[in-house]
């Protein structure tokens, strides 16, 4: 369980993360967790991933292996990238791909958000990549931080890294999948 959002106003882009990983009904706080970030950084990119806790490891590693060959300037950079990992999520991390037969697609059973100066964008688990224009969030308190962006999004007072915090405040009141602390991260757009 978690919330990450992302936003892009007045030549800013910033992205935000809780910190709670959750495991059933427990609950693993920053308070007791030392890498409880769930934002990681690839050279001038930001990424975030929902889904099990490993994703954030395996996403390092991959990309900080890969990083010489790996784009995620544009949506299809992006696409690109994201079906070479999943192959390698199937082969050398071992991921159990979906038995759902109404999917056409196999799932890499992550939602993730990507900041960088290129712009803000989303894939969903069936790869599906997506530039967004104001602001976006995934994970189990999204609802509340749309709807907490929606709301504050055109005030001239909030800056881009405000409402990307606040959306995550927003979620962690509401949804029991999120906690405190907040990560968050800035950069210019170009």
Do not use: C
């Not at 990238?81 to 979906?98: A, D, G, I, R, V």
């Not at 969903?124 to 931080?145: C, K, L, M, N, P």
């Not at 504050?152 to 509401?174: D, G, L, P, V």
Request: charged share 25%; hydrophobic share 35%; glycine share 6%.
């Amino acid at each position: 369980m978690t919330t990450i959002s992302v936003v892009r106003k007045d030549g800013q882009i910033a992205i935000a993360a809780d910190t709670l990983t959750k495991w059933g009904s427990g609950k693993e706080s920053a308070k007791y967790i030392r890498n409880s970030e769930k934002i990681i950084r690839i050279e001038d990119n930001f990424i975030a991933a929902t889904g099990n806790a490993t994703f954030k490891m395996i996403l390092k590693e991959y990309f900080t292996e890969n990083s010489q060959s790996i784009s995620l300037q544009s949506v299809d950079d992006i696409f690109r990238t994201w079906n070479q990992l999943h192959l390698k999520l199937k082969e050398k991390y071992f991921l159990m791909p979906e038995e759902d037969k109404e999917d056409a697609i196999e799932s890499s059973r992550m939602d993730v958000i990507i900041a960088n100066p290129h712009g803000i964008f989303g894939v969903s688990g069936h790869r599906t990549v997506q530039e967004f224009t104001r602001f976006y969030a995934y994970g189990s308190g999204s609802d509340y931080a749309l709807g907490s962006m929606f709301s504050s999004y055109e005030s001239q007072e909030i800056n881009a890294e405000t409402i990307a915090r606040k959306s995550i405040e927003a979620a962690a009141e509401f949804d029991d999948g999120t906690g405190l602390p907040i990560d968050s991260f800035t950069v210019t757009a170009q």
